[in-house]
């Protein structure tokens, strides 16, 4: 073990972040609670870069300032912002590269990856179980997927047991 680790355990895990945006970005709560807050402070921070490292200068060709100012879903910042300054084509390219899915096989230690099937920022429908040796691939991964929890297990329009919070204390 190169790093002395020995095991992990994670929660919330975004295996795809390409099929997940549309999640996270649905109109109505998702979209007014969470993806437009961010947004904003995405875009805050974008303006303290451009401030810090362009002396203020919007036509830096670092990233678009303009357009991640003007930005309207966090993918649009993305392709703006995060992928010019580190090098991706766009935001689906930067999905790609880095969303964790793709990697779950180089995964070495047993680690116990744990998310609510009512996740809203989650594709429903995506779970690759297939890629861990339970489900026959080559990754000693855990998965489980509890009916209810919500995400980082905050449910706040329900009461009663939180299915993440009893699995995760098991």
């Not at 895990?13 to 998702?30: H, I, K, L, Q, S």
């Not at 096989?105 to 998310?115: A, M, S, Y």
Request: some cysteine; overall charge negative; hydrophobic content about 35%.
């Amino acid at each position: 073990l190169r790093y002395n680790v020995r095991g992990a355990s994670v929660s919330d895990v975004p295996f795809d972040v390409e099929r997940n945006n549309p999640c996270f970005e649905a109109p109505g709560f998702n979209r007014a609670v969470y993806s437009d807050n961010f947004l904003k402070t995405l875009k805050v921070r974008a303006r303290e870069q451009l401030d810090l490292f362009c002396d203020g200068d919007e036509g830096t060709d670092l990233f678009d300032y303009v357009t991640a100012r003007d930005a309207e879903t966090v993918a649009d910042f993305e392709t703006a912002y995060i992928a010019r300054v580190y090098g991706f084509d766009d935001n689906v390219d930067y999905y790609r590269c880095t969303s964790c899915g793709y990697f779950l096989e180089g995964i070495g230690v047993p680690t116990l990856v744990l998310n609510s099937a009512d996740d809203p920022f989650m594709d429903p429908n995506h779970w690759p179980v297939g890629k861990t040796r339970e489900g026959g691939g080559p990754a000693p991964i855990r998965m489980i997927r509890t009916e209810r929890g919500g995400h980082s297990a905050f449910v706040f329009h329900r009461r009663g047991p939180n299915d993440v919070a009893v699995a995760a204390a098991a």
